[in-house]
């Protein structure tokens, strides 16, 4: 009798464990699908944009004044909105106990999170406004100087939308409710070309301003876009029998201090980010235009690649943080696990298609064979370093799930900068490696730092399963171990 019974539960708890992951397979590509698609959509923007202005006369002056506007106002409008890390982390681990007073909490961190946003909003526009005046100490011509301020004046109006719609997302994501995210940034791209189309040139009785017309063409997109998500709010505010209240404006000294907490290294983060891009862009500059026209194209098509895995972190910050909240630490690890799993799929077909290609790839944005023959070799290194990438962002998303930010920035930070920067200024001048020196540099940092994130994840899971708790990993409750 104990030898038929003792296999029948060992295969019962397998096939349990089995269904187990594939509900939270299921439940993952529901938020991740939707948010990547999402992602995509976002990026597809700033071609639209691009493309519109490329119509305009004197098309190269509205190009490189609308990229020089954008870098410096979503530079500085991305760490604000990166500083909302704590609402998706939170939210969805007051979410995850799955009591009526934990969903009342999410709605609680959404409205603390609106009073950080009534704050950074006239930072971000005053901060963006005196950019302008230093353009003209970095001899930046004239031109471009006067062209660049007429679309920031513009854009910077879409300040406030834009990071009411990035507070209300976060808090949708959080509770499960995703869809309107993808709807909101699929359909901005109509509304982006139409308003482009209006504004820029004149149509349907608006008089044509030129390039300030694209800054005011992404206000009302990022107006619509509030909108949709305003609905979706109302929507599940009903479903999840909530609401929000202006008691819940008043200022909560723990729930701020929470919020900044996981806050503020994720906005860091993004400043260490965008000082390595720039690094990336200036070095790439003194090897020539032929090299420099490769780098951007190959950076380009590498930034729609990864537009997937981060789709899917946001999924794994909303599943590990919502399984925090539940107390299981056997749902952490199911939820990060099923999330790599996922990413590292797709991340290997797309990455034999990205360096198996590369003349295909770099033949749809130029006919140049030099530039076409200089990027193939970067195509291979992008597709090594980009399994790098889609580790440290998953896993650095798990670890935001569980609140920690400082880890990946401090991560990202060091082999960045101190290991990545001056072993790819090396190999780019100092090697016969040049361009390909550079991203090679790029690709060892990025594949350290995506090894660093799993062994701080693994050995984060081991110490709490070794205890069995899980009371450090989460800010809201601890964990047991089921």
């Not at 003792?6 to 594939?22: E, I, L, M, Y």
């Not at 701020?256 to 862009?281: C, H, K, Q, V």
């Not at 999924?315 to 590292?344: D, K, P, W």
């Amino acid at each position: 009798m104990m030898r038929t019974t003792q296999p029948g539960s060992r295969s019962a708890v397998a096939t349990t464990a089995s269904q187990d992951r594939t509900a939270e397979t299921a439940r993952t590509l529901r938020l991740g699908g939707p948010l990547a698609l999402g992602e995509l959509g976002w990026m597809s923007t700033y071609i639209v944009d691009s493309a519109m202005i490329g119509h305009m006369p004197h098309s190269a002056l509205g190009l490189a004044a609308s990229s020089l506007g954008n870098t410096i106002f979503y530079a500085i409008v991305f760490c604000a909105i990166r500083f909302m890390t704590g609402l998706e982390t939170l939210a969805a681990q007051s979410f995850g106990r799955g009591t009526q007073e934990g969903r009342e909490e999410s709605v609680h961190l959404l409205a603390q999170t609106l009073l950080l946003v009534g704050v950074s909003t006239p930072i971000v526009m005053l901060l963006t406004l005196a950019a302008i005046p230093l353009l003209r100490h970095l001899g930046i011509s004239p031109e471009i100087v006067g062209s660049t301020s007429a679309y920031l004046h513009s854009l910077v109006w879409s300040t406030a939308p834009l990071l009411l719609y990035m507070a209300t997302r976060r808090y949708l994501q959080s509770v499960n409710h995703v869809v309107l995210i993808a709807v909101s940034l699929l359909t901005a791209n109509l509304v982006n070309a139409v308003g482009d189309y209006a504004f820029l040139f004149g149509h349907f009785g608006v008089h044509a301003m030129g390039l300030a017309g694209s800054g005011w063409a992404t206000c009302v997109v990022r107006v619509y876009m509030l909108g949709l998500l305003a609905v979706g709010f109302l929507l599940t505010s009903r479903k999840l029998h909530t609401r929000l209240s202006l008691r819940q404006l008043r200022p909560s000294p723990w729930r701020l201090g929470l919020l900044w907490r996981i806050g503020w290294p994720d906005a860091l983060e993004n400043i260490t980010d965008l000082g390595f891009s720039t690094y990336m862009s200036i070095v790439c500059a003194r090897l020539g235009s032929t090299l420099l026209a490769a780098h951007n194209i190959v950076l380009e098509i590498d930034a729609f690649v990864y537009m997937v895995p981060l789709g899917l972190s946001y999924a794994t910050i909303v599943r590990v943080g919502q399984a925090a909240g539940g107390g299981s630490l056997v749902r952490v690890q199911r939820a990060a696990n099923v999330s790599f799993a996922l990413g590292l799929g797709y991340i290997l077909v797309a990455s034999l298609l990205f360096a198996g290609f590369p003349h295909y790839w770099t033949s749809r944005y130029t006919n140049d064979a030099a530039v076409i023959a200089a990027a193939a070799p970067i195509f291979l290194i992008c597709g090594f370093l980009q399994l790098g990438d889609t580790a440290n962002v998953l896993f650095s998303a798990a670890l935001t799930g569980l609140g920690d930010t400082r880890t990946p920035f401090l991560a990202n930070t060091v082999l960045y900068w101190v290991v990545g920067m001056p072993l790819s200024y090396f190999l780019a001048f100092h090697t016969s490696f040049a361009l390909k020196g550079l991203w090679l540099g790029r690709g060892v940092a990025a594949v350290l730092t995506g090894a660093v994130m799993a062994l701080v994840w693994q050995q984060r899971i081991r110490h709490a399963t070794g205890d069995r708790q899980a009371s450090g990993l989460t800010l809201l409750r601890p964990m047991h171990a089921e």
